[in-house]
């Protein structure tokens, strides 16, 4: 694959498809792996430490401060 532009792509595409392979990005979208959408993977169990449980973050989406209260 190979950005044209701005605004286009040209992909690999096999021979026998027999299209142009030049898209508009407008066309484009990213490959999702998951076979049903709808269905959301559980996440894993907490890890309980002094009776508490606890988590491992990977990183931080978003924060905010509403009320000087800090949220993630």
């Excluded at 907490?46 to 993630?72: M, Q, T």
């Amino acid at each position: 694959m190979a950005r044209i532009g701005t605004s286009a792509y040209k992909l690999d595409l096999l021979a026998l498809m027999r299209i142009h392979n030049t898209f508009y990005i407008s066309l484009l979208e990213l490959h999702n792996d998951n076979k049903l959408p709808s269905q959301r993977a559980e996440p894993p169990p907490p890890i309980i430490i002094e009776g508490e449980p606890e988590y491992e973050l990977e990183e931080f989406v978003d924060s905010r401060l509403p009320y000087n209260k800090l949220e993630y």
